[in-house]
């Protein structure tokens, strides 16, 4: 994703969502992380927090606790949907991350029709099989593209030389493709490292961490960050 201030593939402000009814599946991880991300291309990185627990308001408190940059700025707290991007695009946002909430069915399909891309995260297993189908079917309606994100699954293994994906992701693909009523778009799988959970903890993108575990978190939010934008890309150029 790059900007383009004369006109191109950011013709106006960019607005992604990570949204999933169900809660505990890392929406405000993927979130800030991406968000971090966005911050080299874009001027201004806003999220705009839809959940009532706040967790990327948690975040951007910790991050200014450490007297971090304020990219990205956040903004929590408000129930309206264009209200909320407003004052965004009122404070210089080029660049906006919904954190949706969860079991707010309705705020989500506000939101949902906003972006440009919708990102869906899911844990491994077969947990969160029906909520995330929701949140494909609100994508659908909406006429969204959406892509399905399995979040914090162990690695896969490697067994006789043969690289084996761990069977609680393979798990959910299966059960999400047994019932999705078309083909999935499926984004890189997210792994579950100690260097995301200590991010939202003191207020960094795994890409401000270092080490080469951070680095492979930061890989894999990348790999997110550029599917992301050729889904972006593609729609405006359709």
């Not at 013709?11 to 991880?29: D, E, F, H, M």
């Not at 201004?44 to 959940?51: E, F, S």
């Not at 991010?199 to 978190?217: F, L, N, P, Q, T």
Request: net charge neutral.
């Amino acid at each position: 994703i790059r900007v383009s201030r004369g006109g191109g593939v950011t013709r106006g402000i960019l607005i992604i969502g990570v949204v999933n009814n169900k809660g505990g599946v890392g929406k405000s991880t993927l979130a800030a992380a991406l968000a971090v991300r966005a911050t080299s291309n874009f001027n201004k990185v806003a999220i705009i927090d839809m959940d009532p627990s706040e967790g990327s308001g948690r975040w951007h408190a910790n991050r200014k606790h450490n007297s971090l940059p304020e990219n990205p700025m956040v903004y929590a707290g408000e129930a309206d949907v264009d209200a909320a991007i407003e004052v965004m695009e009122w404070a210089g946002a080029d660049a906006i991350v919904f954190d949706g909430a969860p079991n707010a069915t309705e705020r989500t399909q506000e939101l949902v029709e906003r972006c440009e891309c919708v990102v869906i995260p899911m844990r491994p297993g077969d947990q969160d099989v029906v909520q995330t189908l929701a949140a494909m079917e609100v994508c659908k309606l909406a006429r969204r593209p959406f892509i399905v994100v399995v979040n914090g699954a162990e690695a896969a293994r490697t067994i006789k030389g043969e690289l084996r994906e761990n069977k609680y992701v393979l798990a959910a693909k299966a059960a999400i493709e047994k019932f999705a009523p078309e083909k999935v778009a499926w984004g890189p799988v997210i792994r579950r490292r100690d260097q995301f959970i200590d991010a939202m903890a003191i207020g960094v993108g795994v890409h401000e961490m270092r080490g080469k575990h951070a680095a492979a978190a930061a890989s894999e939010i990348d790999a997110l960050y550029e599917q992301i934008g050729e889904v972006v890309v593609a729609g405006r150029r359709a």
